[in-house]
């Protein structure tokens, strides 16, 4: 772990105004509640091909990418994306990036909702596709923004209640060191803005 990365999460940390005041009953107070307890575990950035079960399977528990951190902060509220996205590709393969992308022909529950790609298209589908803006102030707690981040690999991250002093949403994500809370909303071109926050 560099020592510019240390000090960059040092700074987030020393930076942070009091969170937003939120109803707890709300989804979006859940999910962010949720998303901060992941923030709490240690996690090796690993995101090799791992068979897992189905529903409700998940990596080692110390191990996971992005796509992790959301998948299991969702699974804290009792949804399951992995079987929601599984059954979404299962009669509508063709809408998703699966085949273009990777060369698949039918969906894989154990990979299948640990990719961006696959996460975006189940998002827009059955969430709310919301405009990609600068201005800080559309990016509401409990939203999930995904990036174009260097190498040409997309991810994502969640918006929590949590802003810089200077009013940008902090967000929790995992981009390489475990899931950790930053300021990093603007650090990377943002491929797409959502919300998430189905019925149980």
């Known amino acids: 772990m560099g020592w510019s990365?240390?000090?960059?999460?040092?700074?987030t940390l020393a930076l942070i105004a009091a969170p937003q005041v939120m109803n707890a009953n709300t989804f979006a107070a859940r999910l962010v509640d949720?998303?901060?307890e992941r923030t709490r575990h240690s996690v090796w950035y690993d995101g090799s091909y791992v068979r897992i079960e189905y529903p409700g399977g998940d990596v080692p528990a110390d191990t996971g990418?992005?796509?992790?951190?959301?998948?299991?902060?969702?699974?804290?509220?009792?949804?399951?994306?992995?079987q929601r996205v599984h059954e979404d590709m299962r009669t509508h393969f063709e809408l998703y990036p699966s085949k273009r992308i990777w060369g698949l022909k039918r969906?894989?529950?154990?990979?299948?909702?640990?990719?961006?790609?696959n996460l975006q298209t189940y998002f827009t589908r059955h969430g709310m596709s919301l405009p990609v803006t600068d201005n800080p102030k559309q990016y509401q707690p409990g939203d999930l923004v995904t990036w174009m981040?260097?190498?040409?690999?997309?991810?994502?991250?969640?918006?929590?209640?949590?802003?810089s002093v200077t009013g940008v949403p902090l967000v929790v994500h995992n981009i390489g060191y475990g899931p950790k809370l930053e300021n990093m909303l603007f650090d990377f071109p943002i491929t797409g803005h959502y919300r998430y926050q189905p019925a149980q």
């Open 5 to 11: 990365y240390l000090h960059k999460t040092a700074l």
């Open 34 to 36: 949720a998303a901060m």
């Open 65 to 82: 990418v992005c796509t992790d951190v959301v998948v299991r902060t969702y699974r804290a509220l009792g949804i399951d994306l992995q």
């Open 107 to 117: 969906p894989d529950t154990n990979i299948d909702h640990r990719r961006v790609p």
């Open 149 to 163: 981040v260097p190498n040409n690999r997309p991810h994502i991250g969640i918006v929590v209640d949590r802003t």
